[in-house]
């Protein structure tokens, strides 16, 4: 089910917070808004600053994205998330389609950590537990990848992440959300998206 944490503590980096401000472009007044009423960053002349070095908690991103979604809709959950890999930390070996889908995992756990330690050690490829994940099966024969995930993050926003990836290197690639399967917009556990190039 999305915008609700599947532990508490969670908390998520400032650079991945920042995309929300990315994924609002002009409209920054809303970021200020949506932001700032659930205790991420600090308004200084009417501008908001976000320690991109800082950490938030993660329920407070959830409730800043429940409100967006609420008031202007999945559509700017979408551009959001789109912001998410020129804004977020991702792995350096990111060099195609494939690297980029199974990065996106990588790159949820480096950006969040529990009890002040990151979900996944770079150093040492160890992945912790308590955020869900992104999901990468490669279609055998294909251009084609499914990529099923099981993560509290709102539909709208997984969509535009995965989006933004795969078009840094197929610009012209198709991602569909897989209708036919389950969907966290509707109380499910995960969402599936199919990307094709």
């Known amino acids: 089910m999305q915008f609700k944490a599947f532990e508490p503590g969670i908390e998520v980096n400032g650079h991945t917070v920042y995309s929300i401000v990315s994924g609002l472009g002009y409209f920054t007044n809303l970021s200020r808004r949506y932001l700032s009423r659930v205790g991420i960053g600090t308004v200084v002349n009417k501008e908001l600053r976000i320690d991109k070095n800082g950490w938030y908690l993660q329920t407070a991103w959830f409730a800043a994205f429940e409100n967006i979604a609420k008031t202007v809709g999945d559509r700017v959950l979408f551009n959001i998330g789109m912001a998410i890999p020129s804004t977020a930390q991702f792995p350096s070996w990111v060099v195609d389609v494939d690297s980029g889908v199974r990065a996106i995992?990588?790159?949820?756990?480096?950006?969040?950590?529990?009890?002040?330690?990151?979900?996944?050690?770079?150093?040492?490829?160890?992945?912790?537990?308590?955020?869900?994940?992104?999901?990468?099966?490669?279609?055998?024969?294909?251009?084609?990848?499914?990529?099923?995930?099981?993560?509290?993050?709102?539909?709208?926003?997984?969509?535009?992440?995965?989006?933004?990836?795969?078009?840094?290197?197929?610009?012209?690639?198709?991602?569909?959300?897989?209708?036919?399967?389950?969907?966290r917009s509707k109380g499910a556990d995960s969402c599936t998206y199919v990307i094709t190039w």
């Not at 950590?113 to 770079?122: E, T």
């Not at 709102?154 to 209708?179: E, L, N, Q, S, W």
């Open 105 to 183: 995992d990588v790159a949820y756990h480096l950006n969040h950590r529990k009890n002040g330690k990151l979900l996944f050690n770079p150093d040492s490829g160890i992945m912790l537990e308590g955020i869900g994940h992104y999901g990468y099966e490669r279609i055998s024969g294909e251009n084609k990848i499914i990529s099923t995930c099981k993560s509290p993050c709102p539909c709208a926003y997984d969509h535009g992440i995965i989006t933004a990836m795969v078009h840094k290197f197929a610009p012209r690639a198709t991602i569909i959300h897989d209708d036919s399967k389950e969907c």
